[in-house]
């Protein structure tokens, strides 16, 4: 109930690609789907987040697609540079303020 | 405005060994959640504070246990080490009281248990 999935484990795509990472979720309790971006050695980072309420946010070359009845959502990122090279997480908060279940990443490589 | 900070970087414990990490969050905030993450997995959160209380907690034993300081800086322990503690523990700050607030990380603590 609190697990979210995430795919695929790894992907690799050439520069000015989209890439694409796709989450499920169970608990319909849940109601913030934050996305991070981690870089090796560092601490995760807020990229962009959802509410359930928005099928679609978009911020610069990020875009999340959330589908409420289907518990799923997703991360398009256009024109990936090589810069966008990190582990990505989904994640999403439950009813508690702060508690956020994180899935289990998406290593992105963005070749030139 | 600082970030949060995590001490110490790196260490290393042995198994049965007890360890304190120490977080300060970001000025302005005062909640702390922690949270552990293994090696090519995401983080699990361990628990939270909230104005010095715990506000929560994930399927952690009760050998991991934690304090928050009246200025908001946080503490996690973790006793009787085994080595599948090994991994980076992260604390990250946010500003309680919505349910939309953003949390913010730190480095974390890359900790190794042989």
């Known amino acids: 109930q609190q697990q979210v999935k995430q795919s695929p484990q790894s992907l690799i795509v050439q520069k000015g690609g989209i890439s694409i990472i796709n989450c499920a979720y169970e608990?319909?309790?849940?109601?913030?789907f934050p996305w991070y971006q981690q870089f090796p050695g560092k601490g995760p980072a807020l990229l962009i987040a959802?509410?359930?309420?928005?099928s679609e946010k978009k911020e610069g070359r990020f875009t999340i697609s959330f589908n409420k009845s289907a518990k799923q959502f997703s991360l398009h990122i256009m024109d990936s540079q090589p810069g966008d090279s990190a582990t990505y997480f989904c994640a999403a908060r439950g009813t508690s303020y702060d508690k956020v279940i994180f899935g289990p990443g998406t290593s992105l490589s963005v070749i030139p | 405005e600082t970030g949060v900070t995590q001490s110490p970087t790196h260490l290393i414990k042995t198994r049965g060994q007890q360890v304190t990490l120490r977080c300060s969050s970001q000025?302005?905030?005062?909640?702390v959640s922690w949270y552990q993450q293994a090696l090519g997995q995401g983080p699990q959160f361990i628990f939270q504070?909230?104005?010095?209380?715990?506000?929560g907690r994930g399927n952690f034993p009760p050998r991991f246990s934690g304090l928050q300081f009246p200025n908001y800086s946080s503490e996690l322990n973790v006793n009787a080490l085994e080595l599948d503690d090994s991994a980076l523990y992260l604390c990250?700050?946010?500003?309680?009281?919505?349910?939309?607030?953003?949390?913010?990380f730190g480095p974390g603590t890359r900790l190794t248990v042989l």
């Open positions: 608990n319909t309790a849940f109601d913030y």
């Open positions: 000025s302005g905030h005062n909640t």
């Open positions: 990250a700050s946010s500003f309680g009281g919505t349910l939309y607030n953003e949390q913010f």
């Open positions: 504070y909230y104005r010095e209380e715990e506000n």
């Open positions: 959802i509410r359930p309420d928005v």
